[in-house]
């Protein structure tokens, strides 16, 4: 007798209604399986492996026709769940219901965990409310898939739930739903689930310790999960990676290296999700020296090709300076996500090398494996700004508006259009191209707009921009500051006081500018008019040195960077005690001839200390590598990678 099975579809509605309406049972799966016993073993067979141990099974089978037991239904939905096989998985279940077969709880269980491995979340969801009797693990079962989806409302409500019902969690439970504490409103539901692992002693389970941790550091509340995680009887490499994310996640990178060279010295076994959060805490700091030692952990540890593993050394090598590196890194790569063509990209735009970012767009375009996404287009737009290429650039914001990129245009593109346009010297194109926006412009926008301003010191412009952003953005420090320098640099300096008077109003302050170089891997940092250095007699010293030696050379220092109305003696001094060249300076002194002195600045470098950077170069031959917010300039010989344009 030959029997035509019915479809998937068939199969899963039948198994829909025969869950919900169970009267109709046995009527609804004859259609599923056959009646004789061989034809039913050759249904529920066909999918399963050939070894021995499985044949042995299914001879078995054959010879108790339906008297299917618990170990041979645990075996066929074990290789279901593996193989994540829905439709056989569906004639397992259909087998038992047709046969009156009443699973234990376990392999209910086992139901609930392979539709959800099978992405069928309704039909796990309806097994467990059909379970006569439910237990810690199904519940935590189901959670948990609502939870590694991305449900976090579902999750949670279940886990209410499962609390009503009068079920007590265990520790996977609660490291599970931790998961789900996102946002404002799941981490106030987290602290309440906190106070339950105090009450129930789970607290120093390393598995819920991590959660915790974890949960605390991506609201922001680092000092909370650092004390979790030193509060932890034993830590496990889950532990450990996710504090360190969470130091390099809220960008404090110096505390994630600390951290991690710690844990290391504590013989700390490190993965790939490890290694990736510690390069991204280096990439925040340019350390480059540490940032190949931990490549060399990488390639010692022999770890597979995780390609978020890769991205991340791009990304660290691009924001250290070495695009070489990135490049092979990427030229090496058996497989490609969008994210490792954007870290590429963007590490050519850091840089201002336009025309390297125009023919990498190409290369992705024309391979067309991965399709390009907003951050890709951004990456390109802002390549073109940094790298003088404004026409280059219009013209691929103008194929975003006539669909010939399937990427939506949005306002992070238009402010890099203004962006682009502003450092163009376009300030009034740039203003007019704001004005025919389809939406209101945005306080970023805006602050582009008013950088330009005050690089081609276009007052009228910057004025009303600027006046604008301060009602927008009343407590955004940088808007004043920038409005101050555009001021200043015009001789205003009755509006400079006013400007000053203000922000003491409001209560706003100013980012500290800071420097810092890397030397035998330690990060010696300075701020300007830096006392606190150990060598910081000997730095000053070095910095005035300089000054009267680059003026032979023709160096004139640039007063309009100084935003005091002081004499031009004053002013001097006050340009020589700029972190950059504080740091310059010292690593003039402490580094050998043949290295490269590499500078990183968490502001945007002044005018005068890039003049002094090209004179180091030029008088003492050495290369120089200066990394502020914006971008790298790259100088050899007295010339910038910039060309002066940044």
């Not at 390099?248 to 951290?259: F, I």
Request: net charge neutral; with cysteine.
């Amino acid at each position: 007798m030959h029997v035509i099975l019915p479809t998937r579809h068939v199969i899963r509605s039948i198994i829909h209604k025969t869950l919900i309406q169970q009267k109709q049972h046995h009527h609804q799966l004859k259609l599923l399986l056959p009646t004789h016993p061989s034809n039913s073993l050759h249904v529920l067979s066909t999918f399963i492996p050939s070894n021995n141990n499985l044949q042995q099974s299914l001879l078995q089978m054959a010879l108790c026709g339906y008297d299917m037991n618990f170990q041979e239904y645990n075996t066929l939905l074990n290789e279901c769940v593996i193989r994540r096989a829905f439709r056989e998985g569906q004639r397992v279940h259909a087998h038992m219901i047709k046969t009156r077969y009443l699973p234990a709880v376990y392999l209910r269980t086992r139901l609930i965990v392979f539709y959800a491995k099978c992405d069928s979340l309704a039909d796990a969801h309806r097994v467990l409310d059909e379970m006569p009797e439910q237990n810690v693990v199904s519940w935590t079962a189901m959670i948990s898939a609502y939870s590694q989806r991305g449900y976090a409302i579902q999750a949670l409500n279940l886990f209410v739930q499962m609390l009503r019902s009068g079920t007590e969690p265990n520790e996977f439970t609660f490291a599970t739903v931790l998961t789900s504490c996102t946002g404002s409103l799941g981490f106030f539901l987290g602290r309440q689930i906190h106070s339950l692992i105090i009450r129930l002693n789970y607290e120093v389970h390393v598995f819920v310790g991590s959660s915790l941790l974890d949960m605390y550091a991506k609201d922001g509340k680092i000092h909370e999960a650092r004390d979790i995680f030193e509060c932890l009887p034993e830590r496990d490499v889950v532990s450990c990676t996710a504090i360190i994310a969470g130091y390099a996640q809220l960008s404090l990178d110096e505390e994630a290296l600390e951290l991690f060279r710690r844990l290391q010295g504590e013989g700390m076994q490190s993965n790939y999700v490890t290694y990736t959060s510690v390069l991204t805490a280096l990439s925040g700091l340019a350390a480059l020296d540490h940032g190949k030692q931990v490549h060399n952990h990488v390639l010692r540890a022999e770890l597979p090709s995780y390609v978020v593993l890769q991205n991340s050394l791009i990304d660290m090598y691009s924001k250290c300076g070495n695009l070489t590196y990135s490049r092979r890194i990427f030229d090496t790569m058996h497989e490609r996500t969008v994210i490792s063509w954007n870290a590429m990209l963007v590490g050519y735009s850091k840089h201002g090398m336009g025309r390297e970012v125009l023919e990498l767009f190409t290369l992705m375009r024309d391979e067309n494996k991965v399709k390009p996404d907003r951050v890709t287009i951004l990456a390109v737009l802002s390549g073109c700004s940094h790298g003088g290429l404004e026409n280059k650039g219009m013209d691929i914001f103008y194929d975003m508006i006539d669909e010939k990129i399937a990427v939506e245009p949005e306002p992070e593109h238009y402010g890099c259009v203004v962006d682009l346009l502003g450092r163009a010297g376009r300030v009034e194109e740039a203003l007019e191209f704001i004005k025919k926006m389809p939406f209101e412009p945005t306080a970023a926008i805006l602050g582009s707009l008013l950088g330009a301003c005050r690089v081609h010191s276009n007052v009228d412009i910057g004025e009303f921009v600027g006046r604008r952003l301060l009602e927008i953005e009343p407590g955004n420090a940088g808007n004043y500051v920038i409005l101050s320098n555009l001021y200043a640099s015009a001789g205003k300096w009755e509006d400079v006081r006013s400007l000053r008077d203000l922000m003491l109003k409001k209560a706003v302050t100013k980012e500290p500018g800071r420097s810092w170089i890397e030397l035998d891997q330690v990060l010696h940092t300075f701020h300007a008019s830096d006392r606190s250095h150990p060598r910081r007699e000997e730095v000053a010293a070095k910095v005035k040195e300089l000054s009267v030696i680059f003026k032979e050379a023709g160096y004139l220092p640039d007063l309009s960077c100084v935003l005091h109305d002081v004499d031009e003696e004053q002013k001097e001094k006050m340009l020589l005690g700029h972190s950059e060249k504080l740091a310059l300076s010292f690593g003039l002194i402490a580094t050998p001839e043949s290295v490269p002195i590499r500078v990183i600045k968490n502001l945007r470098i002044c005018v005068d200390c890039h003049n002094f950077a090209k004179y180091i170069s030029k008088i003492y031959g050495r290369e120089v590598c200066l990394r502020d917010k914006n971008r790298f300039h790259r100088i050899v010989g007295g010339k910038c990678s910039c060309g002066d344009y940044w």
